[in-house]
């Protein structure tokens, strides 16, 4: 494994994985210590409590606090079996996973971009110790996987399909990331029809293949994980998590809850409550606020889906492909839900790392130094920075200074009121680019802006030794016919 880092982009990759990891786990060991005001391992207690209902129960876990797909379950109990039957701490278990698929998640996009590798250490390592406290690295690594499947990393081709795209992988990478977590899925909605063929009657049946393709994929892994629930004892209760998020409030870090926020740093409105295992605002607006963002929600997957499948299906070749749509869904959804937690901004970032791999592919520039796998993402112009801005802010916001934001405090109130605004601003230069204006990411343009140059003449073979003998023998007698007097 070692070797293969080092071959495929370097060892700086490699070094810089293992220190932003060893800072990442003591934050989230001791961070306390170090001045939060919040511990971040509060949910893998409670991930050890889960694992142990599902392992040793054979059940899924009930509550309010469960508020996750099925597949959730299977994530949580891996770490319980070691726990259970070798009694290994279930702690030790999770971090080691979570620090694998980070490994698998770096490694996949160092193969293809240093600067892409680069972006995602430093920015998860902005976000702070819930990177690593969080399950939510594994659906990021499905969601990358499924990018990476389409052929995210390399230019699309004539028909307006990624070159080389994988379409059954893709399938089976998005569903098993929606099984974990619902974001994933949205890849389908932004795949868009010509994703998978271009438009015209002669690519219909393109359309119709790799679509099947698509949910074949899907399908096959919908009924593996479904076999693993019947198999486990797991499918009773399996949808009882669609309860507990209809019933959530507006938490305290969404960003409709600005305003809320806002006042409270005037003294003004009722302190969030703790329910369904966050902090939130339960007064009679804030329940109408959120039960309206539910609403908003749905309209915009809807206007997504008929917008890019129906009315304006992308054109080939268009600047950041699925990634930049990916990126702009997901981030639309985030801004407008009545839930945003800290891990949340895993999703987004890496939705960024992919995009910025692909643009790094499709313009030829991989052949980076090492000092670039740091660097080089800094050329990448506004919602990447806004992003990693956006990361260190939510760090200062959860765990450090989280307690000041709940009391109301002018300092901690800004900060978060800020983080918000960022997502806002990015969200539009997301907008502009998805909507054909110039690209928000590097100053890449699709491949097929410039017309083709002359093709350059291939380069001239050098004849064998034999050959070249033979010719000075013709060339000798040739000369010597030539300069011959007459008799």
Known sequence: MRRAWETARGRPVLVGWV?????????????????????????????????????????????????????AAVTLALPAVPREYLGVPYEVSFYLMVLAVDAAVTWALARRSRPAAGY?????????????????????????????????AAAGGPSGAPAGGRFGRFGGWVALGAAVKVWPGLLLVTLGRNGLGGRGGSARWAVLARGGRVLGGAVAVVALLAGVLAAAGWWRGALGFLDAQRARGLQIEAVPATPFVVARMFGVGDPPVYSYGSLQFDGALARQVAAACSLVEIVLIAAAVLWWWVVRPPAAGEAGGVEVRGLLTVLTIVITSRVLSPQYLLWLLVLVAAWIARDERASGRTGQSAWSAWSGWVRWADPALLFAVAAVLTQVVYPWRYNDVVQGRVVGGALLVARNALLVIAAWYMARSAAGGSPAVGAAQPLSAAPPGPAPPPPRRRPGRLVRAAARLRRGGTTSRRTATPT
Not at 21 to 29: C, D, N, P, S, V
Not at 41 to 56: F, P
Not at 135 to 152: H, K, M, S
């Open 19 to 71: 220190l932003s990891r060893a800072l990442l786990l003591l934050l989230a060991l001791a961070g306390q210590v170090f001045g939060a005001q919040q511990s971040v391992l509060g949910d893998v207690d409670l991930y050890r409590d889960w694992g142990h209902s599902l392992v040793h129960d054979r059940e899924i876990p009930g509550g309010e606090k469960w508020q996750y797909p099925p597949g």
């Open 120 to 152: 995602w250490l430093l920015a998860t390592l902005a976000l702070g110790p819930v990177t690593v406290a969080r399950f939510d690295l594994l659906p990021a690594a499905a969601a990358l996987a499924a990018l990476l499947a389409l052929g995210g």
